[in-house]
């Protein structure tokens, strides 16, 4: 099993930012990758920004350039998702998800989702 620890979520004007992180821990797997994820209510899960092992990253539409995904140099089984400029519609729980290997197989793990609200 893989746990994920989120943190970061709150409340924040339009405008304002916020700094999310998740940190990834199990024995005996290796990240390919961790990424969030986004529901609003009465929404769909959406992506919100990916990052590999090999740190090529994803970003949906709607954030890029606004949201930055990036690892911990110290501990690359940590990241973080720093979100500038936010905007109303980017309110939803947010939620940390990471791809892990244990050989011969890949499994998806999520974390419980934390909280982001932006007020207009």
């Known amino acids: 099993q893989v746990q994920l620890v989120e943190s970061g979520g709150g409340l924040v004007q339009a405008g304002g930012s916020l700094r999310l992180s998740c940190a990834a821990s199990?024995?005996?797997?290796?990240?390919?990758?961790m990424g969030w994820y986004r529901q609003a209510p009465g929404k769909q899960r959406e992506l919100v920004a990916t990052?590999?092992?090999?740190?090529?990253?994803?970003y949906a539409d709607s954030v890029k350039g606004r949201f930055t995904i990036s690892r911990d140099n110290a501990n690359e089984n940590t990241v973080f998702l720093q979100m500038n400029s936010l905007k109303p519609e980017d309110t939803a729980v947010y939620f940390c998800?990471?791809?892990?290997?244990?050989?011969?197989?890949?499994?998806?793990?999520w974390g419980q989702g934390t909280q982001v609200t932006v007020s207009s």
């Open positions: 990052i590999t092992s090999a740190d090529i990253t994803t």
């Open positions: 998800n990471t791809r892990a290997r244990r050989w011969p197989n890949e499994y998806t793990y």
């Open positions: 199990g024995n005996g797997f290796s990240i390919n990758a």
